[in-house]
């Protein structure tokens, strides 16, 4: 049977073993930080050197809790996106006069920054931003659309962020006689969040395609004086994802389209379509992380508005390299 060797091993996280622990030229393996440790001696100075088998760690939080600072780590980057905005629900009124659609809801800002981790804590509290609350359905005759809800704010350390943060989006406003008001930009960040679109009389408004965080939600459609239905906006894409997220349309018949992430920032949600003698369609949720939900369409008395989407919620992601 073939020797096995084995030497010197812990598999505790950060576990480092003393000069006294071993001898000159004498290895030691963490094998839970995947780290090799030898003892050095130049004649003068006797020492533990650390040779790291990683060359990165990442941590991903979805939910708040806090992250603890990996031994042996030298620089750190980290990316932080907001909550999305929610989206607000269309009007419910009575046939022959003007019923907006909900507004789409704005996307969430996105901070990204880099820390010589000699710089950092021990540990870091990580709060992630909620997604903001979609604007409920109308199911009373004669009522105005519900606005959506601002997205929660991402950060890192204590409020207001001791090491970074990133806002989330501006709500989207019930529809009334008007379409409802989109959710602006979002500025509270390195990167924007995107603008959502309008709701419309007839049509709802895309979100402009322009963020450079997450996008922000479609506009719902409505009903106008003259009871012609329209189509949802569609939701933004970001300037990293490259597409969108299609509105509502009751004439195929098609439902909004939910925000479309690549792993980090994501699109609006495509805002409800309108239709006659029938319910409004919902707005679609924002795409995670931090898309903005699209807006409720409108509908007539008798049939449920549309509900607006709920906004994307936010994330941290924490990079160590060693």
């Known amino acids: 049977m073939a020797d096995i060797i084995r030497h010197k091993r812990s598999g505790t996280a950060g576990a480092e073993p003393t000069t006294g622990d071993l001898l000159q030229g004498e290895l030691a393996v963490n094998y839970y930080d995947g780290a090799v440790f030898m003892e050095t001696d ?5 020492a533990i050197a650390r ?3 990683r060359k990165c760690k990442v941590d ?3 939910t708040s809790g806090t992250w603890t600072k990996p031994a042996g780590a030298k620089m750190v980057y980290g990316i932080m996106v907001g909550g999305g905005g ?5 009007r419910r009124g009575a046939a022959s006069t003007a019923r907006g659609g909900g507004g789409g809801g704005g996307g969430a800002a996105v901070t990204e920054t880099t820390w010589n981790a000699s710089d950092l804590p021990a540990t870091l509290s990580v709060t992630i931003g909620a997604g903001g609350t979609a604007g409920a359905a109308r199911t009373t005759n004669d009522t105005n659309g519900v606005s959506g809800g601002n997205g929660g704010v991402t950060r890192l350390g204590n409020s207001p962020g001791d090491y970074g943060r990133a806002v989330g989006g501006n709500l989207g406003q019930g529809g009334t006689t008007a379409g409802g008001s989109a959710g602006a930009a979002q500025t509270g960040g390195i990167f924007d969040g995107g603008a959502a679109g309008a709701g419309g009389t007839r049509n709802g408004t895309a979100a402009p395609v322009y963020a450079k965080g997450s996008g922000g939600g479609g506009g719902g459609a409505g009903l106008s004086a003259g009871n012609l239905y329209g189509v949802g906006g569609d939701g933004s894409g970001t300037a990293r994802i490259g597409t969108t997220a ?6 195929d018949p ?3 389209t939910a925000g479309v992430s690549n792993g980090i920032v994501s699109t609006g949600g495509g805002g409800g379509g309108s239709g006659l003698a029938q319910a409004g369609q919902d707005g679609a949720a924002g ?4 898309g903005g939900g699209g807006g409720g369409a409108a509908s007539e008395n008798g049939y449920n508005s549309g509900a607006g ?5 936010g994330v941290v992601v924490i990079i160590t390299y060693f």
Do not use: Q, R, W
């Open 51 to 53: 040779i790291d088998g």
């Open 86 to 90: 929610g989206g607000g629900s269309g």
């Open 287 to 290: 795409g995670a992380y931090g």
């Open 309 to 313: 989407g709920a906004g994307g919620a």
């Open 60 to 62: 991903k939080f979805t």
């Open 42 to 46: 130049d004649g003068t100075t006797v």
């Open 246 to 251: 299609l509105g509502g349309n009751t004439d």
């Open 254 to 256: 098609e439902p909004a």
